[in-house]
């Protein structure tokens, strides 16, 4: 995706700072930071809405990041961590491999490719495959690239000095130790049957592009 108006380095602000997500990402439940590992990887929590009436998804990602001068790079893969097993209320997936391409390619403009390899887990509806792949995703896009027009301002009233991922002295979170992680495997999960569900609209999933963020 071409985004005009919004720098690399925005963008890439955009992505990392977990507070203005859940004021833009419509599609967020809860996500939280869990710790790090060095001062360029960590491992979070991301739960996200699903069409009803499928169950809603869940993640546990260890992320990196490396900012390479105008470039950037963000992926994650998921983990498995002892303090958070999968819970009843949601579907465990998996993210395979998941990421960021942030590529400057002006002063005031830049060209993101987003790569998402993921399984939902569960026999899923034909429908719900069509729509991930045609429109959730780039509506994700689309709403990401709208959130980071309106990121600056919001920042300077959003503690504006506190960028841990361009600053890893700011970063409190706990150590984690690798040992405590293992891959997450799918077929270590429950797989779920979903396949005979009929879409409905959900309401607070297709939320509009118009939202504002204050």
Avoid at 13 to 19: A, P, T
Avoid at 70 to 97: E, F, L, T, W
Avoid at 171 to 193: G, K
């Amino acid at each position: 995706m071409e985004c005009k108006d919004a720098p690399a380095e925005t963008i890439y602000d955009v992505l990392h700072d977990i507070e203005y997500r859940k004021k833009w990402d419509t599609n967020v439940i809860e996500t939280f930071d869990i710790g790090k590992l060095t001062v360029n990887s960590d491992v979070g929590y991301y739960a996200c809405r699903c069409p009803k009436p499928l169950k809603n998804r869940d993640f546990i990602t260890l992320r990196s990041w490396l900012p390479m001068g105008s470039d950037s790079i963000i992926m994650n893969y998921s983990v498995k961590h002892p303090k958070y097993p999968p819970r009843k209320d949601m579907v465990r997936a998996v993210s395979i491999q998941t990421g960021y391409l942030i590529q400057g390619t002006g002063a005031k403009s830049c060209t993101i490719t987003y790569l998402a390899q993921v399984d939902p887990r569960g026999s899923l509806p034909k429908w719900v495959v069509n729509k991930s792949s045609q429109l959730l995703a780039p509506k994700a896009m689309k709403m990401m690239y709208k959130a980071s027009l309106k990121y600056p301002e919001w920042k300077l009233r959003h503690n504006p000095h506190f960028k841990p991922w361009l600053y890893p002295e700011q970063n409190q979170l706990p150590v984690l130790v690798l040992s405590e992680l293992s891959l997450q495997h799918a077929d270590s999960l429950e797989n779920i049957d979903e396949s005979s569900l009929a879409e409905t609209k959900d309401d607070r999933g297709e939320a509009s592009d118009e939202d504002s963020v204050n």
